[in-house]
T-cell receptor
Framework: DGGITQSPKYLFRKEGQNVTLSCEQN?????MYWYRQDPGQGLRLIYYSQIVNDFQKGDIAEGYSVSREKKESFPLTVTSAQKNPTAFYLC?????????FGPGTRLTVL | AQSVTQLDSQVPVFEEAPVELRCNYS??????LFWYVQYPNQGLQLLLK??????LVKGINGFEAEFNKSQTSFHLRKPSVHISDTAEYFCAVRENNAGNMLTFGGGTRLMVKP
């Protein structure tokens, strides 16, 4: 069954902690993306990767980091430098022309 | 730079009534257009897309959209909505020189009432 998986579905973080959100895809897509969604707002691009071992900053990369060591995986780390990390995080991958999304991870800072 | 405007943040409608969700974009180059739906606490699901060909595009769940190049619009329509259509709808645009990068509108919350 092909698709994009994100884990965990819910994540709680204490202030000052780094946390890593997982994104895996078995669609054989080259490109992957991370978006942040805040209540009542659209999607904002955090990082994207067009190919393994390469990634670029999006519009709101400060306080986040990524890696792309495997084609299937694009984990996102939310660092303690991110001042307001509570949000819904969406991962996507794309075939030429179209992006497809995972189910999302809701991160809450306690 | 391109931008996407969804003119209505919320659209209330009664069940079985028709609905139109509006989307306008600005771009200096040719574009490809998408509509996604998001149910509560879920990811985005592709409803339909316009890449080329007929300007009237049919998607899943009975939705359709029409690309109007002169008005730079891509409005989403459904002739008769169901309670289950209650969700957030996002319009997105990709410029033909931007790889796979999308610009999203702010979203429209469709609220179907019995």
């Amino acid at each position: 069954d092909g698709g994009i998986t994100q884990s965990p579905k819910y994540l709680f973080r204490k202030e000052g902690q780094n946390v890593t959100l997982s994104c895996e895809q078995n669609l054989n897509h080259d490109a992957m993306y991370w978006y942040r969604q805040d209540p009542g707002q659209g999607l904002r691009l955090i990082y994207y990767s067009q190919i393994v071992n390469d990634f670029q900053k999006g519009d709101i990369a400060e306080g986040y980091s990524v890696s792309r060591e495997k084609k299937e995986s694009f984990p996102l780390t939310v660092t303690s430098a991110q001042k307001n990390p509570t949000a819904f995080y969406l991962c996507a991958s794309s075939e030429p022309g179209t992006q497809y999304f995972g189910p999302g991870t809701r991160l809450t800072v306690l | 730079a391109q931008s996407v405007t969804q003119l209505d943040s919320q659209v209330p409608v009664f069940e079985e009534a028709p609905v139109e969700l509006r989307c306008n974009y600005s771009s200096s180059v040719s574009v490809y257009l998408f509509w996604y739906v998001q149910y509560p606490n879920q990811g985005l699901q592709l409803l339909l897309k316009y890449l080329s060909g007929s300007t009237l595009v049919k998607g899943i769940n009975g939705f359709e959209a029409e690309f109007n190049k002169s008005q730079t619009s891509f409005h989403l329509r459904k002739p008769s909505v169901h309670i289950s259509d209650t969700a957030e709808y996002f319009c997105a645009v990709r410029e033909n020189n931007a790889g796979n990068m999308l610009t999203f509108g702010g979203g429209t919350r469709l609220m179907v009432k019995p």
